[in-house]
């Protein structure tokens, strides 16, 4: 199970929006709905922002959203602010019962 | 609440093993899918398997086989993840993290982590 392929890096503005993206294979991302994103602040553990490709858990601002076209899913984070400066993550289905997270990307606002 | 503590921190030598403890509360132990996820320093996220505490089931990923062993002990509604033969590159935070209702690989719930030094 090879990493699936995030930007090492991305930057906005306060109040502009990002995209992340996150390729896998036909064998991942490809093949399945099962595409989580986490947000991973300095020291802490990770937070389940995006699952199931677009589903926000109770509690997640609207501002993120996610999608999914092929073997690509992508992470979208509309007004951007200062809190959200971060590494992400995205994991995905591999079959077999079987995960397998990208290498992340870290989010600078600026 | 919902709440996954797991062991301290361990410094070990090269060649030995380790095991790290995950206690689970606020919730039915048994009825949740436990991974154990890990992220070497400055580096990215590594599943490495889940238990289903239940019936004590496994599965971890190929690159681990061999070397991993995941257990519970439901009477202390407790997770286990042991690595044997460690190497440097097994330096790295261990997190246990919950899956959601059923096997899902979503992970709501995480444990705040346990440093592994491996060092001569």
């Known amino acids: 199970q090879s990493a699936l392929t995030q930007p090492a890096s991305v930057s906005g503005s306060p109040g502009q929006s990002i995209t992340i993206s996150c390729t896998g294979t036909s064998s991942d991302v490809g093949s399945y709905n099962l595409v989580s994103w986490y947000q991973q602040h300095p020291d802490k553990a990770p937070k389940l922002m995006i699952y199931?490709?677009?589903k926000r858990p109770s509690g997640v601002s609207n501002r993120f959203s996610g999608s999914k076209s092929g073997n690509t899913a992508s992470l979208t984070i509309s007004g951007l602010q200062a809190e959200d400066e971060a590494d992400y993550y995205c994991c995905s289905y591999a079959g077999s019962s079987t995960l397998v997270f990208g290498g992340g990307t870290k989010l600078t606002v600026l | 609440q919902v709440q996954l503590v797991q062991s301290g921190a361990e410094v070990k030598k090269p060649g030995a093993s380790v095991e790290v403890s995950c206690k689970a509360s606020?919730?039915?132990?048994?009825?949740?899918?436990m991974h154990w996820v890990r992220q070497a320093p400055g580096q990215g996220l590594e599943w490495m398997g889940w238990?289903?505490?239940?019936?004590?089931?496994?599965n971890y990923a190929q690159k681990f086989q061999g070397r991993v062993t995941m257990t519970r002990d439901t009477s202390i509604s407790t997770a286990y993840m042991e690595l044997s033969r460690l190497r440097s590159d097994d330096t790295a935070v261990y997190y246990c993290a919950r899956d959601l209702p059923g096997w899902s690989g979503f992970y709501y719930y995480w444990g705040q982590g346990t440093l592994v030094t491996v060092s001569s």
């Open positions: 238990i289903n505490p239940n019936n004590g089931g496994t």
């Open positions: 606020g919730y039915t132990f048994t009825g949740y899918y």
């Open positions: 199931e490709v677009n």
